[in-house]
């Protein structure tokens, strides 16, 4: 993606998460688009995704409505995808 293109999610993550790992291959898997913030190559942005869900917890999942989950399960991100209509 361009920074041209608006992603519907930004996904603060690190590729030592096990819970990160599962969400992206949800995402990944239902083909929806969005930015990865590798929080091991840039540790600074790690205050954002805090700013943002008041928890040290990841992954922090932005969606672009504003709303962010923390570690869901992959019911939950499902759930959630269907809500804002980024998958059917």
């Not at 590729?15 to 930015?35: F, H, I, N, Q, T």
Request: proline residues 6%; glycine residues 6%; contains cysteine.
């Amino acid at each position: 993606m361009t920074a041209e293109h608006k992603t519907p999610i930004t996904f603060y993550g690190a590729g030592w998460c096990g819970d990160c790992r599962r969400s992206k291959a949800l995402l990944d898997r239902l083909a929806v688009p969005y930015e990865y913030v590798d929080l091991v190559a840039d540790p600074d942005r790690a205050e954002e995704a805090h700013a943002l869900s008041g928890r040290t917890n990841i992954p922090v999942l932005v969606f672009s409505d504003g709303s962010h989950q923390v570690e869901p399960t992959d019911e939950e991100l499902e759930t959630h995808l269907r809500a804002l209509g980024l998958i059917d």
